[in-house]
Structure formats: C-alpha cells, structure tokens
C-alpha cells in the first residue's frame, strides 16, 4: 500500500459566480496510494465535492497538477479518455442517476455500449456477475427504478460502476440518502469489493464516525484547506480545535 496511484499538487479550485470568486479549495498537496481507503472529513460546504470532482477528473482545478499512475493528467489532451474510465465517481443520491423511463437492464448495458466493453450477450454474463458481487439476482433488470428501494439501487450503481473495472472510486456521501441500518450494509460491501476488485477508495463524508470506522486514513478539510491527513485511529489523540469540533458534532 506504498506505491501512489493518484496525486495533487498544490491544487486550488476558484469558482467565479457573479463576477464574485470562492475560492473553494486552497493550495491542496495529497497522495492517494494503491488499495488504501482514504477519508474526505468536513463541514458542508467546505470543498469535499470539488476536491472529489477533481480527482475523479470531472472537474479540472484552476492552479495545480494532477498525477496518476505517475503521470501528469492533460485535461484538454485525448489522453484523458481511458484515465476516465479507471477513476469513477459515485454520488451521493441513487435515485439521481437513473432515468425513471428505462429499465434496470438498460441503465446496466449503458457503459458497456458507450464504451465499447463487449458484445451484448457477454455484457449480459458480466452484468449477472456483478449483480452477484453487490447481492442482487437478475430480477431487478426488468424493473423500472421506483419499484427498488434506495439500497438497491445504489447497490446497482455500484454493479455498473464495477462494470468499468476501475481502480480508483470515489464515493460521495454515498450512504447518506439511506437509513443507519443499509447505510452500513452498503459500506460493509463496499470494503469487501474493494479487496475483491483491488479497489483504491475515497469516501467523501461529513461523519467522522463513517470515516474512522472505514477508512484507513483522512483528510480533514476546513473551508477549503486541508487542516491535517490523519491515520483514522489516530482522532481519538488530535488536538486540532476544529478536530474537536467535528469529534463534538458526532456525540
Ligand atoms: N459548480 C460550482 N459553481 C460555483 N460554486 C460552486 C460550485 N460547486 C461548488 N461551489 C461552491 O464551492 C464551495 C464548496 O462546495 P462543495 O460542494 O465542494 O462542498 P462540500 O464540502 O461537498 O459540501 P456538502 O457537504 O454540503 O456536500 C461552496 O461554497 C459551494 O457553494
Ligand atoms: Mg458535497
């Protein structure tokens, strides 16, 4: 877990509304390395989805590089394109990610069309396989989304994202549109497909007790700065005020 698979330096984002400017990310320097589980820590509005954003390379940062697998990503370059498939991004809302009118089927097929995976009938076998993976059988793939509940959906996001075969997911807030109860079960999984597949993950969360349970490391984030990157058993001993002001907003 030594080699690093994803780094930035010196990133900030500066967003421009009104001629107004936010700077929502500030000089950030971080290293992501193979197979670990790494934390994003902090308050709404701190810049957790931006810095998400950029390592998912959805967004490109207004100052800064960016590095994976050791090279320097050119946003405007078609190098890009088989990076982007390799880091995927998971949202916070499940229900946000389908189209109501089509079918589980169809929402599954989608990457494997657009990308160009394989042909249909073995598309069909991998997706069955990665039904299996997150604990679902084929018979969601005739249904439309509202006849699945929020857990389930989000469990067939996460199948179609694995269809990708990625190496780098990021998850924001991705358990915080469901209850206590499937938000654990979600994350359990999680962990489990991440030595699976040989995933690296970021969870993006504003719950330090999700983060300290299943992250090996964090990054806490305070109006856009990183204030430290902790080893997660490690919060119990910082003494960093706004630690502690995250440590309260938990009790
Ligand atoms: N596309 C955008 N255009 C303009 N401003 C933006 C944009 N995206 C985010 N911001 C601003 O950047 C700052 C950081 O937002 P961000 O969404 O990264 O926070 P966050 O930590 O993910 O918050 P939350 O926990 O509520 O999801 C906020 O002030 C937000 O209003
Ligand atoms: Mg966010």
Redesign the pocket.
């Known amino acids: 877990m030594d080699e690093p698979i994803f780094s930035l330096k010196d990133v900030s984002?500066v967003?421009?509304?009104n001629s107004e400017k936010?700077e929502?990310?500030k000089h950030v320097n971080l290293t992501i390395y193979h197979g670990e589980c790494l934390g994003i820590v902090?308050?709404?509005?701190?810049?957790?989805?931006?810095?998400?954003?950029i390592i998912s390379l959805i967004?490109k940062p207004t100052q800064g590089e960016v590095y994976y697998q050791g090279n320097k990503i050119q946003f405007s370059d078609r190098s890009i394109y088989p990076i982007r498939k390799e880091i995927q991004y998971i949202f916070?809302d499940p229900i946000s990610a389908f189209s109501p009118r089509k079918k589980i089927i169809k929402f599954l097929l989608e990457p494997y069309v657009n990308f160009k995976l394989c042909p249909k009938k073995e598309a069909l076998i991998q997706i069955e396989h990665y039904l299996k993976q997150v604990g679902l059988d084929q018979s969601c793939l005739n249904k439309y989304p509202h006849q699945l509940s929020g857990g389930q959906l989000q469990r067939i996001v996460i199948a179609r994202t694995l269809s990708l075969s990625p190496k780098l997911i990021v998850c924001?807030?991705m358990t915080s549109a469901l209850d206590v109860i499937v938000q654990d079960e979600i994350l359990t999984l999680m962990k489990k497909l991440q030595i699976e597949n040989q995933l690296t993950l970021v969870f993006?969360s504003?719950d330090l007790s999700i983060v300290q349970r299943f992250c090996d490391r964090t990054m806490v984030?305070f109006d856009?700065e990183q204030i430290e990157c902790l080893n997660s058993k490690d919060f119990t001993a910082s003494k960093h005020p706004y630690i502690e002001l995250l440590k309260d907003a938990i009790l």
């Open positions: 984002q967003y421009i509304n936010n929502a990310l902090g308050q709404s509005g701190c810049g957790k989805s931006t810095l998400g954003k967004d916070q924001d807030e993006i504003h984030l856009g």
